[in-house]
């Protein structure tokens, strides 16, 4: 029994591109909304009128008890 060799598909670039455009497109908004929370966040956490005040951390289980 002989096998039979088949050729791969042809891809042209045009077919190509646009998912490698869309591929690139989600990396980049996926970061773009990293650094847009990293640049705001802080201003946003500074403005006493939002109410986000920074909390206390929580006293620690091991250890001496602090004076709270």
Known sequence: ???STT???DRSF???APVIALCWLAVFFD???VNIYGA???HLL???SLGSLPRRPAPSAV???SAC
Do not use: C, F, I, K
């Open 63 to 65: 250890g001496p008890p």
């Open 40 to 42: 705001t966040m802080p």
């Open 7 to 9: 050729s791969p598909p």
């Open 14 to 16: 045009r077919v190509v």
């Open 31 to 33: 970061g773009m909304d």
């Open 46 to 48: 500074a403005d006493e």
């Open 1 to 3: 029994m002989a096998a």
